[in-house]
């Protein structure tokens, strides 16, 4: 956990509304872990005032990778900058994915929503370097909204698609499509990430086929350190739950942990 | 001394601190958490997250929007309480050399009493600094920084309590702060520091919602440092105790303003949030304008603002 104020951009890919980018920042590289997050000083202005947070996409080597769909003026200011120029990050922050021992040699299920897909390349690498065999879920509205499947294929990556409007792979929510392979094969552990329905959903199935599954929850956050307490989410420990910080104790929390917003 | 290194030491007479910048309650956690980032020894305090007496849950989120310049929160004062902060939080401060100052909150005047009195007999805690005045958790729309009276009330029971010095922290959702500021000096507050947040709104246009779940939230960062410096000199010039200066200090200069307009020491919030580091780059950085214009003390700027 530290700062580089002088992480390089060294590689930049966009697609419309979506952008990677590289980072060229070695101790972060090394330290990091899949689900763990940076914190991302887009300008040195007063306005946008806060760092943005971003998952970790891929690390290879020396670099880390966010992704992210310009959503805002903090993201729009991001998708901007160029190979060559320099940001200032805090990372690597949180508590990312657990791997379990136990899961060697079996399936574990990765489900993306949209801009949820970003913390899943990394955490397939390092599956299957835990000789844990990934397969990846990947949602969006529309085939635009999947700019990230090419990468995934082209590093041999089990990958299943699904738009809502049926132009590419599964015709529905991705969290429908996940619905239809549990009923063919029972993976060892599920990881999702996405919109709030879409992972209530989703532990809602985890939980119905006994499955183990972790989340990785998104919020604004106001430091990413644990200091503000801006961040909560509401997390049963034993009969208790309470707000818990989501920069600190998360981003990633177990389904059985996780109080979710909204009727069920 | 030589100018090549000036005297940064700052006396508020009950307390010594070994530069003017301390790290402002609620934008610092307990302090620990910015250990990764900046080397603590270096503060001149660290006020740490305000603490009620039993642990406390905080607002439903969201508790936190921008706005330009600004960030306003509901945070709520969620914390751990008195006995888990004394048990867990204040061994790992020990060692730190920067002072530990407590900030003290209560749903009535007899829990700041039962926090400090609890509080009392850990000698690593060299200041109270009574949280008066924070706008998410007010019962009914009052407290007690918003009357001179119920002002008056607490901080003479918080000073017959406490074994500690006292710093009433005060609210700028008042008519005249001057007046709040006499009454805790009146109350016998060994010190006064201002401002809270400014209590504010945001709204959603969309969904015609507020944007804070709490609807009101406080306004802090850049955006409230005219502001708070305006109140600052006002009550630098109306009380004989020592002022600490807060609100949207980002940079040395901003810390050097609040300085020259009478505050003997400064405290650092929102910019902690966004730079874990930036106390002690605003130290470096008063340090290099008292190297730049051959100051050897920096107590000697304070309250030297010249208007013809």
Known sequence: ?264 | MSVSQPDLSVNLGFLKLRNPVLAASGTFGYGLEFAPFVDLDKLGGIIVKGLYFYPRPGNPPPRLVESPSGLINSVGLQGIGVVAFAEKILPQLERIQASIIVNVCGEADEEYAAVIDYLNKHDRIAAFELNISCPNVMREGFCPALSSEATYSLVRLARRTSRRPLITKLSPNVTSIVEIAKAAEEAGSDAVSLVNTFLALAVDVETRRPRLTNVFGGLSGPAIKPLALRMVYQVAAAVKIPVIGIGGIVTGRDALEFLIVGARAVEVGTANLIDPDATARIIQEIEDYCQEKGLARVEDIVGTLKID
């Open chain 1, 1 to 264: 956990m530290l700062k580089d104020a002088r992480a390089r951009i060294i590689h930049k890919e966009s697609w419309k509304n979506y952008h990677l980018l590289s980072l060229e920042t070695p101790q972060i590289a090394r330290e990091a872990q899949p689900g763990q997050f940076l914190m991302v000083r887009v300008n040195d202005q007063p306005y946008p005032l806060l760092r943005r947070p971003f998952s970790i996409d891929a690390r290879e080597g020396n670099t880390v990778e966010i992704f992210f769909i310009k959503a805002g003026v903090g993201t729009a200011i991001l998708a901007k900058k160029e190979a060559g120029e320099s940001l200032d990050i805090l990372g690597p922050l949180g508590k990312g994915f657990v791997i379990e021992e136990q899961m060697k040699g079996k399936a574990a299920y990765l489900v993306g929503g949209g801009r949820g897909i970003a913390p899943f390349y990394f955490l397939a690498q390092e599956l299957r370097g835990r000789s844990v065999q990934p397969t990846v879920f990947y949602g969006g509205r529309t085939f635009a909204d999947l700019p990230l499947l090419p990468k995934f294929e082209a590093a041999g990556f089990s990958i299943l698609a699904s738009t809502d409007n049926g132009s590419l792979g599964f015709k529905g929510f991705v969290s429908s499509l996940l619905k239809e392979e549990l009923e063919r094969l029972r993976p060892a552990y599920i990881y999702a990430c996405g919109p709030e329905p879409m992972m209530k959903t989703i532990a809602a199935l985890a939980g119905a086929h006994d499955i183990p599954a972790q989340f990785s929850l998104e919020s604004v956050m106001g430091c990413g350190i644990g200091a503000c307490w801006g961040c909560v989410k509401r997390i049963k420990t034993g009969d208790k739950a309470e707000w818990v910080k989501i920069c600190e104790d998360g981003p990633v929390f177990r389904g059985t942990e996780i109080v979710w917003e909204g009727a069920d």
